[in-house]
């Protein structure tokens, strides 16, 4: 496919800012409300904000690396980018839905691309009960935390949290409790991805806990619900040679 309008947007780091520059003096560009592809510099995190910031509007967005990792993002270069653009194959994400009920009881709305995580807010571990499509699995979860990941975001904190890596394709999510003290023996679970998860929050008073949808954080919550969105359409271009099914795959044999 051909992209006649390109954007190329940055972080703020010298690397990404300087890239922007000389990819600007060499090829036609326009502002990202004009465009129909954005050209995205900087990292994994910069990437996460470029596609968070396009959400609305479902233009596919095409990563080149000036971060560290880059596991969202295509190698820098230079050189043929519009024959890159061309030849690049398409990677759809549907993000996670969610919602948060904190103690005054206003009900908070986000989306994650990689995952939404619950977190202690204090010293003491977080108690939770886990429900999935309204039926309890685990009564009381003694833990740091616990969180859902989609396959995109499965080899980013949930695989720091010994999570399994998801296929893209797999049609799963991952449940994964963070340093989990009581069930002393459970590991997490793979689930549909249809599933609806449900945290209740016991003892939010005395053990507070925050919800975060990748940089979106509510504060004392009582409650939450995640789910795929599947009406909200995502699109990644990578080079053919390094598609994101294959990068997922690779993260399962390095050492």
């Known amino acids: 496919m051909s992209y006649e309008r390109i954007a190329f947007v940055a972080s703020r780091t010298p690397g990404s800012q300087q890239a922007k520059a000389a990819l600007e003096a060499r090829y ?151 340093s989990a003290f009581r069930p002393r023996r459970w590991r997490g679970a793979v689930l549909p991805l249809r599933a609806k998860v449900t945290f209740e929050i016991l003892d939010p008073y005395k053990r507070p806990v925050s919800a975060v949808a990748d940089a979106t954080e509510v504060r004392h919550v009582v409650e939450v619900h995640v789910e795929e969105d599947p009406t909200t359409d995502l699109t990644l271009l990578f080079d053919p040679e390094h598609g994101l099914e294959e990068r997922i795959l690779q993260e399962q044999f390095i050492p």
Do not use: W
Request: aromatic share 4%.
């Open 28 to 178: 036609p560009h326009c502002e990202p409300e004009q465009a129909d592809v954005i050209v995205a510099l900087g990292g994994d995190g910069f990437m996460l904000e470029s596609l968070h910031r396009n959400m609305e509007r479902g233009l596919p967005i095409y990563g080149m690396n000036r971060g560290t990792v880059g596991f969202l993002l295509n190698g820098y270069n230079e050189d043929d980018l519009l024959e890159r653009l061309a030849r690049a194959a398409p990677a759809t994400l549907h993000p996670l839905q969610m919602t948060a009920v904190n103690d005054s009881g206003t009900m908070h709305h986000a989306k994650a691309i990689n995952e939404v995580s619950l977190l202690r807010q204090t010293r003491q571990a977080a108690n939770l009960r886990v429900l999935i499509d309204g039926r309890e699995r685990i009564d009381k979860l003694i833990c740091d935390g616990c969180l859902v990941a989609t396959p995109a975001g499965s080899t980013a904190y949930n695989l720091s949290a010994h999570g399994p890596i998801l296929p893209v394709g797999s049609e799963a999510l991952a449940l994964t409790p963070i």
